[in-house]
């Protein structure tokens, strides 16, 4: 009797521990995960990095060496986005200027003027028609879209046309350059 006595006070000694060890043997905590993701806007590779107009004066009839028809020309800038809410597009263009810098004479101009359309961001497009002089100088122009309101992805379209030379003057010889500049980014840095 005295072992069935010993043994029932030593389970009972036993059972509190082991209560307390159930109860704390094991514990939680908490790790907080962070990141973040910078806010960008990526252009497309251009579908054609330089646009030749090729001969832009007419070569023979009433209009010779006055500026030819010239066909309108097109650039895609595919899989273009801005990962962020209120973005916008903006075209800077600069008028086709020979690089000629003699002095220009009476009847003649050294500059091709043109729109520069962008379509395909948000609602409003972005436009650009230059004005330059018959000189070259006030080459420049620029217009910004309206504002998109969400993120997107989408292929941005670059019109080019409208070919005209200051005056309708005769083109003086030689190689023409300009430029056309799409931003993509916050409509309110690329205004």
């Given at each position: 009797m005295r072992k069935i006595y010993s043994l029932l006070v030593a389970a009972a000694a036993m059972a509190p521990g082991a209560a307390f060890a159930q109860a704390t043997d094991t514990d939680t905590?908490?790790?907080?995960?962070?990141?973040?993701?910078?806010?960008?806007?990526?252009?497309?590779?251009?579908?054609?990095?330089?646009?030749?107009?090729?001969?832009?004066?007419?070569?023979?009839?009433?209009?010779?060496?006055?500026?030819?028809?010239?066909?309108?020309?097109?650039?895609?800038?595919?899989?273009?986005?801005?990962?962020?809410?209120?973005?916008?597009?903006?075209?800077d263009a600069t008028a086709l200027v020979a690089n000629d810098s003699s002095t220009?004479?009476?009847?003649?101009?050294?500059?091709?003027?043109?729109?520069?359309?962008?379509?395909?961001?948000?609602?409003?497009?972005?436009?650009?028609?230059?004005?330059?002089?018959?000189?070259?100088?006030?080459?420049?122009?620029?217009?910004t879209g309206g504002t998109q309101p969400l993120p997107k992805i989408a292929d941005i379209g670059v019109a080019l046309s409208g070919f005209t030379a200051p005056g309708d003057a005769i083109l003086v010889a030689g190689e023409y350059s300009g430029t056309v500049i799409v931003t993509l980014g916050p409509a309110t840095t690329v205004q």
């Amino acid at each position: 009797m005295r072992k069935i006595y010993s043994l029932l006070v030593a389970a009972a000694a036993m059972a509190p521990g082991a209560a307390f060890a159930q109860a704390t043997d094991t514990d939680t905590g908490n790790v907080a995960v962070n990141g973040r993701v910078a806010s960008i806007c990526i252009l497309g590779d251009p579908s054609s990095a330089t646009v030749d107009l090729g001969q832009m004066a007419a070569t023979s009839g009433t209009r010779a060496g006055r500026i030819a028809v010239l066909p309108g020309q097109s650039v895609s800038l595919p899989g273009s986005f801005c990962n962020f809410a209120g973005s916008a597009v903006k075209v800077d263009a600069t008028a086709l200027v020979a690089n000629d810098s003699s002095t220009l004479q009476p009847g003649f101009a050294r500059a091709v003027n043109f729109t520069a359309l962008v379509t395909g961001w948000a609602s409003g497009d972005a436009t650009a028609t230059t004005a330059a002089l018959g000189d070259g100088s006030s080459a420049s122009a620029s217009g910004t879209g309206g504002t998109q309101p969400l993120p997107k992805i989408a292929d941005i379209g670059v019109a080019l046309s409208g070919f005209t030379a200051p005056g309708d003057a005769i083109l003086v010889a030689g190689e023409y350059s300009g430029t056309v500049i799409v931003t993509l980014g916050p409509a309110t840095t690329v205004q």
